[in-house]
């Protein structure tokens, strides 16, 4: 889930994740998210992921502070993955499911080998959602 629209953006992160996890699944929630719309993320996010299998893993990429200090993370649910930005995005999972771990991402064994300033999804959550499902 994104809010990059209609846009090539969309198509490296998925390369990125098909490249790393050869036998991926990629199924695309939405691109179209308002732009740095995280109250809108965070409900649509929650609303959708009962229609989706135990252990899904789902990229969110909504990040109006890309290139700040918020941390990379991983949520494991007891049913779910969830990967994207600490920004709020994952407010109603934290609120609303049982919790087993949050990571901070921080090995960058699992990040693509360029991480753009302005691109962490491309760099660091689409492989890092790749690395965990392989």
């Known amino acids: 889930m994104t809010d ?18 050869h036998n991926s699944n990629i199924i695309d929630l939405t691109h179209n998210i308002e732009k740095y719309n995280i109250i ?7 609303n959708s992921i009962t229609y989706f299998p135990n252990n899904s893993i789902f990229v969110c990429i ?3 502070g890309v290139g700040t200090d918020r941390k990379p ?7 779910y993955y969830f990967v994207g930005p600490d920004n709020g995005i994952f407010t109603l999972i934290l609120d ?10 921080q090995n960058q064994e699992y990040f693509h080998n360029t991480i753009s300033n302005t691109f962490h999804g491309r760099g660091i959550f689409a ?8």
């Open 96 to 105: 609303n499911l049982n919790i087993d771990k949050v990571i901070i991402l």
């Open 73 to 79: 993370i991983i949520i494991k649910s007891e049913t």
């Open 127 to 134: 492989p890092s959602a790749a690395y965990l499902s392989n």
């Open 40 to 46: 809108e993320a965070a409900f649509v996010l929650y």
């Open 4 to 21: 990059f629209g209609n846009s090539s953006y969309v198509g490296q992160v998925k390369g990125i994740i098909s490249k790393i996890c």
């Open 62 to 64: 909504v990040a109006p």
